[in-house]
């Protein structure tokens, strides 16, 4: 129930979307209640834009929209993990996941 969501002091909550079928990190973003309701009721991932200060659909301008399969808390109650398909890549760069930039300890030194 959305009522069990502990959204944070800003009514955030983070919200990690996952290729459902082979489990790859796409993105994190952050969801009002109103992005998960939106969500929830659409079927494609909705979010909130921290630097914008608005709702956004994801896709809506690229076309990468995420069709959810499924949505899941955790067991705090305080991160969404979504799961679903994207029609393209899911990064502003054009990249399929946002999560493309490996650290290395190497990268701790410089």
């Avoid at 929830?40 to 896709?59: D, P, V």
């Avoid at 899941?72 to 946002?98: M, Q």
Wanted: hydrophobic share 35%.
């Amino acid at each position: 129930m959305i009522k069990d969501i502990k959204f944070n002091k800003d009514g955030l909550i983070p919200a990690v979307a996952q290729d459902a079928d082979s489990g790859e990190v796409l993105m994190l973003a952050y969801m009002n209640e109103e992005a998960l309701r939106r969500t929830l009721a659409s079927g494609e991932a909705w979010f909130y834009s921290r630097s914008r200060q608005e709702l956004w659909h994801k896709g809506e301008t690229s076309g990468s929209i995420i069709k959810v399969r499924s949505i899941w808390k955790d067991c705090d109650s305080d991160t969404i993990l979504i799961k679903g398909k994207a029609a393209g890549p899911v990064c502003h760069t054009g990249n399929k996941t946002c999560f493309f930039q490996e650290l290395t300890e190497a990268d701790l030194e410089g």
